[in-house]
């Protein structure tokens, strides 16, 4: 299977943070931020924050 990948620089700070994603990641990750009435980047940023937040919790 050919998939055609986007790459999305997202920034975390002063990061970067690469992110690959299959076009039709991309159109679920889009469809889910539209419901919920944000950017597509927001959405990233908020799902990246999220789990940053369940890592520290997790270390303690």
């Not at 299977?1 to 990750?29: C, F, H, P, W």
């Not at 919920?36 to 303690?60: C, D, P, Q, T, Y």
Request: proline share 0%; glycine share 6%; net charge positive.
């Amino acid at each position: 299977m050919d998939y055609k990948y986007l790459e999305t620089a997202i920034g975390v700070k002063t990061e970067n943070l690469m992110v690959r994603l299959t076009l039709s990641e991309k159109r679920q990750l889009f469809s889910e931020a539209q419901k919920l009435g944000i950017s597509g980047s927001a959405f990233v940023r908020l799902l990246l924050v999220n789990w940053m937040n369940s890592i520290k919790s997790e270390r303690g």
